[in-house]
């Protein structure tokens, strides 16, 4: 489902990925660790589309994605990868359901059904009741389903986490920790998570360990 080979990248003199090789197949949920500085951040970015590596390749979905132009792979992005990020990266001014509902506007979908997948989505994740308020109105684990949520809209073909668990406190954690595996078994859903929190990474169906830029 995703394939890269060879991907390199290099911060000017620094080469933080030294030639990566992975394969991730659907319905997985894999784990990258490794310490700080190893490139598992600028590993998630290229796999997201967020950033490109000097010399590689990326597939996701048999998509070749460096033949796409800047306006494709946008669309594409969209359409099939979400994201979850430690701060969860809502918009303080929106909604907890116009959040949610963000990436399908974005994608042209009809105002009614982004706005019933939404509802669906969030009643899912128990925030049926919290659909109104505002990111300051949440706690950290409502906004991180609330992310989760959003990263869903689209039914994109992977969910890219990059320490997703990171501001929680023990119990929202562990909440969140159960939502993916339990979103894995019910919806087919593929991650692929960056943690330093080695319960996720041994629950995982499979870790890939980075370091120095090369998976050990």
């Given at each position: 489902?995703?394939?890269?080979?060879?991907?390199?990248?290099?911060?000017?003199?620094?080469?933080?990925?030294?030639?990566?090789?992975?394969?991730i197949r659907?319905?997985?949920?894999?784990?990258?660790?490794?310490p700080s500085?190893?490139?598992?951040?600028?590993?998630?970015?290229?796999?997201?589309?967020?950033?490109?590596?000097?010399?590689?390749?990326?597939h996701i979905?048999?998509?070749?994605?460096?033949?796409?132009?800047?306006?494709?792979?946008?669309?594409?992005?969209?359409?099939?990868?979400?994201?979850?990020?430690?701060?969860?990266?809502?918009?303080?001014?929106?909604?907890?359901?116009?959040?949610?509902?963000?990436?399908?506007?974005?994608?042209?979908?009809?105002?009614?059904?982004?706005?019933?997948?939404?509802?669906?989505?969030?009643?899912?994740?128990?925030?049926?009741?919290?659909?109104?308020?505002?990111?300051?109105?949440?706690?950290?684990?409502?906004?991180?389903?609330?992310?989760?949520?959003?990263?869903?809209?689209?039914?994109?073909?992977?969910?890219?986490?990059?320490?997703?668990?990171?501001?929680?406190?023990?119990?929202?954690?562990?909440?969140?920790?159960?939502?993916?595996?339990?979103?894995?078994?019910?919806?087919?859903?593929?991650?692929?998570?960056?943690?330093?929190?080695?319960?996720?990474?041994?629950?995982?169906?499979?870790?890939?360990?980075?370091?120095?830029?090369?998976?050990?």
């Amino acid at each position: 489902m995703i394939r890269t080979k060879d991907i390199t990248k290099s911060f000017g003199h620094l080469q933080v990925l030294k030639g990566i090789s992975l394969t991730i197949r659907e319905s997985e949920i894999v784990a990258i660790v490794g310490p700080s500085g190893a490139g598992k951040t600028t590993l998630l970015q290229i796999i997201g589309t967020l950033d490109t590596p000097d010399s590689g390749e990326l597939h996701i979905n048999d998509t070749w994605i460096h033949g796409m132009n800047d306006r494709s792979l946008s669309a594409f992005r969209n359409r099939n990868i979400g994201f979850v990020f430690q701060f969860h990266q809502l918009l303080p001014e929106f909604t907890a359901l116009e959040n949610v509902m963000i990436p399908a506007l974005i994608a042209r979908e009809k105002h009614v059904q982004a706005e019933k997948r939404a509802k669906e989505l969030l009643d899912f994740m128990g925030l049926s009741d919290r659909i109104t308020h505002k990111p300051a109105e949440l706690s950290g684990g409502e906004k991180q389903r609330v992310a989760v949520a959003r990263a869903l809209i689209n039914n994109p073909a992977v969910i890219l986490a990059d320490e997703p668990s990171g501001s929680l406190d023990t119990k929202n954690k562990e909440e969140l920790h159960a939502l993916f595996f339990e979103l894995r078994d019910r919806m087919k859903q593929t991650f692929v998570l960056v943690t330093h929190d080695e319960k996720l990474a041994a629950n995982a169906d499979r870790i890939i360990h980075i370091r120095d830029g090369i998976i050990i």
